[in-house]
């Protein structure tokens, strides 16, 4: 069936640095994407969003970027802090009633 | 509320006992949703509610699960003759509308022994 994977389970980067997280997709009817940040003990937290008209979006200190060619989306933090460490997930919806979700990137910020 | 709130947070029962998790959505969001998401694992979906429309129930793992939303507000999901397997965390999410602006509740971790 239809899923999105991530291709990274564990991300470990050093402080200040820039993190990549990627994702890819199989569906190609997918018109809306999410990222979602989630600590330890919390519920998933809404990051950015991004629609398929679109193949790049910026916020505050991310970026996502939307590969429809190859179905590949990825999350990129500027200057990693260690308040960002943290699962993160991809979800996709395609105009059904609910978000299918990918199975986390854990990510390590190194002081 | 100012959050999708969930109660308990955290509960233990006993293999066979039926349990009740309750989810506050926030208020005015018309949609609401229940996901389940199993140690180090993504989540699951299990059932989604939208206005008065029947809810879409096709997430549901067996007919020991089911939910109920009233008023169109606060929501219970109730799972009979819980199993080992039923051991994860019960998130519940609303948004004002289909997708967008998903806000999910901190969960309940459900722990069967």
């Known amino acids: 069936g239809e899923s999105v994977g991530l291709h990274l389970p564990t991300l470990s980067v050093q402080e200040g640095d820039n993190s990549i997280i990627n994702c890819a997709y199989s569906n190609s009817a997918s018109d809306y994407f999410i990222w979602y940040k989630q600590e330890s003990g919390k519920g998933p937290q809404f990051i950015i969003d991004i629609r398929s008209n679109m193949d790049k979006r910026q916020g505050q200190r991310v970026t996502v970027l939307l590969n429809k060619t190859v179905k590949h989306l990825s999350l990129q933090i500027a200057a990693t802090q260690p308040g960002d460490s943290a699962v993160y997930f991809c979800?996709?919806?395609?105009?059904?009633?609910?978000?299918?979700f990918g199975g986390g990137t854990r990510l390590m910020v190194k002081p | 509320g100012a959050g999708v709130s969930q109660s308990p947070s955290n509960k233990v029962t006993e293999k066979g006992k039926d349990v009740e998790l309750r989810c506050d959505p926030i208020?005015?969001?018309?949609?609401l949703y229940w996901y389940r998401q199993s140690l180090g694992q993504g989540l699951e979906f299990l059932i989604y509610f939208q206005g008065n429309s029947a809810p879409d129930k096709s997430g549901l793992p067996s007919d020991r699960f089911s939910a109920e939303r009233t008023g169109g507000s606060v929501s219970t999901l109730t799972i009979q003759r819980t199993q080992q397997e039923d051991s994860a965390v019960y998130l519940c999410a609303s948004s004002p509308d289909r997708v967008n602006g998903y806000t999910f509740g901190s969960g309940t971790r459900l722990t069967v022994v």
């Open positions: 979800a996709e919806n395609n105009a059904g009633n609910m978000l299918t």
């Open positions: 208020s005015g969001h018309t949609a």
